[in-house]
């Protein structure tokens, strides 16, 4: 029995790939081109299963646009700067870039049998200083273009690594490295102005019409738009020179239900108080621990501090609030100061009830309507409500109705005016760390912030850096700190702020269109590639990162390096699930759990063991993870199976937007199907080729079945249902080991079935493909053999089989002309002698046809 042999095969034809050069993309305007992209990976050392998936997608895409004659360019590069590097350097008194660069080489050399047809001569790192140099000439030019701003904002500061962090890098109100107990503390920074294109952004989203419909609501409720009304509240008595407390709310329609007034504790009126309050003062500074994030602060427990302040209601001067700090509202969202209404509002709720403040309702439901009692109502705004008090007077009425009529009477009675905001703040891109693009800025005592010449590009790392200290080994470098400036020539000194890890992927896609170029991109070749056709990556990434980059693509029109045509970067975006795998854990002598890898346990029967022989308990079948022990190395795969066989698992076992789960008996599975395909190959006589099938109705009908699989995988392929594809294939396979006719119409059915079947699966398995076109005769490279295309005059049928169902249950089934009349149809069906021996000579109670589908007798 022949076998095919992973091991010898696929290193063969990844060096008659490598030899041709054919994934090297070229500028060709004759042709078509097809710019795919998944996201590139961070260089952790080790690449998993949810890689394999990832890039396999592409990979699958790429090569079918290949093969359909696009020019396709599928290029591949690392997200190598950030802090999990430095981390590393300090562990292991190793140097960051040492670290990044021998991850990297290990990742490529760990992805290169997977057989990706990428085109590695685009190649980079972001830690490249090329690469980074690039993206600080962008920098110097947004400058220059308005898109960039210096200013004093809060932040989240981890005090053990003296640095800002993201709110995604703070887990339960700690540094996610350090575990330090993290901040909010006023710095100078430096921002991208996104939010000058707030409304943009968001009007844009809905022309992407390939982008998941979830990713879309994402972004857009992240941007968040809103409208609502800003006015004041005035002091009963001036406080440090102020006079009043202005509030935007986005439900001004429940102003008859407001409890107090609530400031932020980094509000001017906040600070001025603390200066004279030591209780303010621990209490701002105890609520500026909690991080910047709605979330953190939605999570915190609610807490206050009464000034003793009063502010008079706008619409009755005798009705006075007291005005409380609160820990929950944030200064940068609106004016950093609100008016609570809890009946209507759980978060105001559960703060009133805490401190025994009036809950006072403006509205209930519209039927059985119940004052609130332990939870707010929040109807949709779309709902209609009964109004017990509304100042408008309305009765029941909507609350988008309720807040037009509200902003109307404000405007007109002149203490509010309608206003629009947007969630979106800027982009705060400063971090007090090492292992990131310096930002090309000189602080000058004379000049003021000057930046860098271009010709000195780029401001590059320097290596003679010390991480035994905490905080930022860029302040402690007084030689690459210390410059000239720019503009006077006097000694001045460099930005030790580096880049936020985000900036390096915000443009990347734009750089592999031209990555040896002297500026940040060629704009002939950004014109040709541009845009990303089709981008892949995971759903953790449906905002900031899409989000930024969008902004940068934006900004890179700006300045000229992209064309108009690239405002918007992703024409189609496609976000993957996980591979999954079951843990198993047994429980050490404190009781605690002990995970073990999947090779660690022996099954036997329902019965799963260690070696030894101590039970296991199976676990949940969650994402892969090094913590939890539950993971398939690749490389263990590809050693025991073959790359085709990895290959083939992902794609065939569930929608690729779903979640897949790793399974041994799953992998083996895979490499049995594709060793019963080579067989078919390897073993099946193919002297007949050409031959026409018309003369046999077994070749006549596997032809037919080959065309319509051509049809249904490009489908499956180009909807991104690549498991639908798989199984048409699996159906295609089972079809030509059934044909077993040995004339030469059968002998010239099955090689064309074969050959298709070679130039379909080669997307997927491509070593394999490979390996069968050359058996079957076919000329030079598969990847380099067009697609097949139906031929729909065998797709056209002529007949139509239908099943015939006696009082419910199958008993024959009857071939008619696909435009057969029922009185035809039931004729033929009451002839066919199974229906005959069940009617026994009588006549049927009812004859039910389904035309195209069904007859069904009943007796």
Not at 206 to 235: H, Y
Not at 295 to 324: C, I, M, Q, S, Y
Not at 372 to 388: C, H, L, N
Not at 740 to 763: D, N, V
Request: glycine share 8%; with cysteine; charged share 25%.
């Amino acid at each position: 029995m022949s076998r095919y042999n992973a091991r010898t095969v696929e290193p063969k034809w990844q060096q008659a790939w490598e030899a041709a050069e054919s994934f090297a993309a070229r500028h060709d305007p004759t042709r078509p081109k097809y710019y795919v992209l998944e996201m590139f990976p961070y260089p952790s050392g080790r690449i998993h299963m949810g890689h394999v998936r990832n890039y396999t997608m592409g990979d699958v895409v790429a090569r079918t646009k290949r093969a359909q004659g696009f020019n396709v360019l599928h290029p591949m590069g690392w997200d190598a700067f950030g802090m999990p590097a430095e981390n590393a350097a300090m562990e292991r008194g190793a140097h960051p870039g040492d670290w990044t660069y021998q991850n990297i080489a290990d990742m490529r050399e760990q992805m290169k049998p997977l057989g990706f047809s990428l085109d590695w001569t685009r190649e980079f790192a972001t830690c490249d200083p090329d690469y980074y140099g690039q993206q600080q000439a962008l920098f110097i030019d947004m400058m220059e273009a308005g898109l960039i701003t210096r200013k004093s904002a809060m932040v989240n500061w981890d005090p053990v690594d003296m640095t800002v962090l993201a709110n995604e890098q703070v887990i339960d109100g700690k540094g996610w490295r350090s575990g330090a107990v993290v901040e909010r503390r006023e710095l100078t920074q430096w921002f991208f102005k996104i939010s000058d294109m707030a409304d943009e952004l968001l009007g844009a989203l809905d022309g992407l019409k390939d982008w998941p419909e979830k990713v879309r609501l994402m972004q857009a409720n992240w941007i968040g738009k809103s409208r609502g009304l800003q006015f004041s509240f005035d002091l009963t008595a001036p406080a440090h020179g102020m006079d009043k407390v202005e509030v935007y709310t986005t439900r001004p329609d429940t102003l008859m239900g407001a409890s107090f007034v609530g400031i932020s504790p980094d509000h001017p009126l906040a600070k001025a108080l603390e200066a004279e309050n030591a209780d303010l003062k621990a209490f701002n500074d105890e609520c500026r621990k909690t991080g910047t994030s709605e979330e953190a602060l939605e999570k915190a427990e609610k807490r206050g501090f009464d000034t003793g302040l009063k502010a008079r209601h706008p619409l009755n001067p005798d009705w006075e609030l007291p005005v409380w700090v609160a820990n929950f509202i944030l200064m940068d969202y609106g004016t950093g100061a609100i008016f609570a209404c809890p009946a209507h509002d759980q978060r105001d709720l559960d703060f009133a009830r805490k401190y025994d403040l009036p809950v006072i309702d403006t509205f209930i439901a519209a039927e059985n309507g119940a004052p609130v009692t332990d939870e707010a109502f929040v109807p949709p705004k779309s709902e209609a409500v009964k109004w017990i008090d509304h100042f408008a007077g309305l009765d029941v009425a909507t609350g988008d109705e309720a807040i037009d009529r509200t902003i109307d009477f404000a405007e007109k009675a002149g203490w509010g005016e309608g206003v629009t905001k947007f969630r979106l703040r800027d982009w705060g891109l400063s971090r007090q760390r090492y292992w990131g693009a310096p930002i090309p800025m000189v602080h000058c005592d004379d000049c003021g912030l000057v930046p860098e010449k271009k010709e000195n590009l780029p401001v590059e790392l320097p290596r003679d850096v010390d991480f035994s200290t905490p905080g930022n080994p860029l302040d402690r470098h007084p030689t690459w700190r210390d410059t000239p400036c720019p503009s006077c020539g006097k000694p001045a000194k460099r930005e030790t702020d580096t880049m936020d890890t985000f900036v390096d992927s915000s443009w990347y896609f734009a750089r592999f269109t031209s990555p040896r170029a002297d500026t940040p991109t060629d704009l002939d070749e950004a014109s040709y590639w541009m845009n990303v056709d089709q981008y892949i990556g995971g759903v953790e990434h449906a905002i900031l990162h899409l989000l930024y980059s969008r902004f940068f693509a934006r900004a890179m029109v700006k300045t000229g390096h992209l064309p108009a045509s690239a405002s918007e970067p992703f024409n189609a975006l496609f976000t993957q699930g996980m591979v999954t795998h079951e843990t198993y854990e047994t429980r050490n002598d404190a009781g605690r759990p002990v995970y073990h890898t999947p090779d660690e346990v022996v099954r036997d029967g329902d019965a799963v063991r260690l070696a030894d022989g101590t039970p296991v308990t199976v676990g949940p079948i969650i994402k892969m993870s090094k913590s939890k022990k539950n993971v398939v190395d690749p490389m263990d795969i590809i050693d025991q199976y073959g790359a085709d066989t990895a290959r083939w698992f992902v794609m065939s076992d569930s929608p690729p937007e779903r979640d897949v789960e790793w399974t041994a008996a799953g992998a083996e599975a895979a490499w049995k199907h594709l060793q019963r395909v080579w067989r078919l190959v390897a073993e099946g006589d193919h002297s007949a080729e050409g031959v026409a099938p018309e003369g046999s109705e077994e070749a006549l009908t596997l032809t037919k079945l080959t065309h319509r699989t051509i049809r249904d995988v490009s489908d499956g392929i180009a909807q991104f249902q690549f498991n639908k594809s798989v199984a048409k294939l699996y159906e295609l396979t089972n079809a030509i080991a059934k044909s077993k006719g040995t004339g030469a119409a059968e002998k010239s059915a099955r090689h064309f079935a074969l050959t298709t079947m070679a130039q379909l699966m080669q997307p997927m398995t491509p070593h394999l493909a490979e390996e069968m076109w050359a058996a079957l005769g076919g000329s030079g490279l598969v990847i380099d053999a067009p697609w097949p295309v139906a031929d729909y005059s065998y797709l056209v049928e002529n007949t139509v089989t239908l099943p015939i169902q006696v009082n419910g249950k199958r008993r024959g089934e009857v071939t008619v002309a696909a435009d057969a009349s029922k009185e035809e149809i039931e004729t033929l069906a009451l002839a066919d002698g199974a229906v005959q021996r069940f009617l026994d000579g009588k006549q049927p109670r009812k004859v039910i046809v389904v035309p195209g589908r069904i007859v069904n007798v009943v007796v």
